[in-house]
C-alpha cells in the first residue's frame, strides 16, 4: 500500500520530526495553517480514529499533550486547536489516521464556518439513543 504517512514512520520519506514514541510519531504539516502546525500519528497504519487499536490510544493522546505543551511554550501560545478530519467528507486527504494541532494567534481569523441547526421535538432523544444502542453493540461485541 502507499501511504505518505507509513513512509515518513518508515524514515522512507523526510520530515520534520518533533517527537518519536514506541507507537507515535509527531511532525510538521508541510502546509501549515501557522509555522508550527504539527501531524500526530500512530506508526502503523490506520484508515481513521475508528480503526485505530486500543492499545496505541493512550501513547496518541499523551503524545499529543506532550507536543501541544512544547508547541505552547516554545510558540509562546495563548492557545491551540486540536482536530483531526475522518473520511472524505470531513477533509481527510491522507487516509492515515492523524490528529493536526494548530497554533492560534489574537485576529488569525480561522474559523469553522457552519451554521446551528434545532432538534425537533423528541429529535435529542431519539438520536442519543441510536447513539447509546450503538454504543452498546459495539462494547458488548467486544467483550465476547
Ligand atoms: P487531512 O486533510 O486532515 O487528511 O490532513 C492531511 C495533512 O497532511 C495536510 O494538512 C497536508 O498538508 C499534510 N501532508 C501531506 N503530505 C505531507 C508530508 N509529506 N509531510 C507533512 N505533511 C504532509
Ligand atoms: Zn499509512
Known amino acids: ?12 520519506v523526510p520530515a520534520e520530526i518533533v517527537y ?6 509527531a511532525f510538521l504539516d508541510v502546509n501549515p495553517i501557522h509555522p508550527g502546525h504539527v ?8 484508515r481513521d480514529l ?5 492499545e496505541v490510544l ?3 493522546m499523551l503524545a499529543t499533550q506532550t507536543v501541544a505543551a512544547g ?4 510558540l509562546d501560545l495563548q492557545g491551540f486547536n486540536l482536530f483531526s478530519n475522518n473520511g472524505a467528507i470531513a477533509g481527510q486527504s491522507v487516509f492515515h489516521f492523524h490528529l493536526h494541532v494548530t497554533p492560534r ?18 429529535e435529542m432523544a431519539a438520536v442519543g439513543e ?3 444502542q450503538a454504543i452498546r453493540d459495539n462494547v458488548s461485541s467486544k467483550e465476547q
Open 71 to 74: 508547541l505552547v511554550h516554545s
Open 105 to 122: 494567534y489574537p485576529q488569525d481569523n480561522i474559523r469553522f464556518v457552519h451554521g446551528t441547526k434545532e432538534y425537533g421535538p423528541g
Open 130 to 132: 441510536r447513539i447509546r
Open 1 to 12: 500500500m502507499d501511504c505518505i504517512f507509513c513512509s515518513i514512520a518508515a524514515g522512507r
Open 20 to 25: 518519536s514514541g514506541n507507537r507515535v510519531l
Open 58 to 60: 493512550g501513547e496518541l
Open 39 to 46: 501531524l500526530i500519528i500512530p506508526k502503523r497504519h490506520s
Open 50 to 54: 475508528t480503526e485505530l487499536p486500543e
